[in-house]
């Protein structure tokens, strides 16, 4: 079918990763406790985590967390910055007629900080307009609905596994990119279909 759009994860992607998730699982998990949470801490993921406790604090918890959640993601934007080449891939790849999205487990206003026109994009899908975000392949579906593309016509780059897992449960071309936290062999053992530097070599992955 050929790739006609792009779905772009946003830190480590399109800005710097300079997220503390650490922090913000900490912070999270001292809420619960000061709440009355006495069982073990979920492993994995924040926010898997935080939905099997939140099933058992009842109404409010999670709003409550998602603010402390919130909290971090808006201090780290603010000490963050875009990649130099970002804006004009993006500029470059709308001249080509390629559809573009963003797709992030990170709060839409933490996002806006460093990309205001995140919203004029073909598909814009933060983490509070996606109930089941990556790995699950809803978040990749949607913004290919809002694209009007198949998920074979579309590429999902990002620097993480999640990335890589939802990209190839979707159907989307999995595209790696190193400039994260993550070494290519781990994107490769993810679903990785394509290893990059970054996001601005993409386009001439494509036109390849």
Request: aromatic share 6%; proline share 6%.
């Amino acid at each position: 079918m050929g790739i006609q759009g792009i779905i772009f994860d946003f830190d480590g992607t399109l800005a710097e990763l300079n997220l503390d998730f650490g922090l913000m699982a900490r912070r999270v998990e001292e809420l619960a406790r000061r709440e009355g949470f006495t069982g073990p801490w979920p492993g994995g993921y924040l926010l898997e985590a935080l939905k099997l406790v939140g099933d058992r604090m009842g109404d409010g918890f999670a709003g409550r967390a998602a603010l402390v959640i919130e909290a971090v993601e808006l201090e780290a934007a603010g000490r963050a910055r875009l990649f130099p080449f970002t804006r004009p891939l993006l500029a470059q790849a709308r001249t080509q007629g390629l559809a573009l999205a963003v797709v992030s487990r990170n709060c839409g206003a933490a996002i806006r900080h460093l990309l205001p026109e995140a919203d004029q994009l073909q598909a814009f899908l933060p983490r509070e307009r996606a109930p089941r975000p990556k790995p699950h392949p809803d978040q990749l579906w949607d913004a290919c609905r809002q694209m009007g593309l198949e998920p074979g016509q579309a590429a999902m780059v990002g620097d993480h596994p999640t990335d890589m897992q939802a990209a190839v449960a979707a159907g989307c071309l999995a595209v790696g990119v190193t400039s994260g936290r993550v070494g290519g062999g781990e994107l490769k053992d993810a679903g990785a279909q394509v290893v990059l530097p970054d996001a601005g070599e993409i386009l001439n992955v494509l036109r390849g």
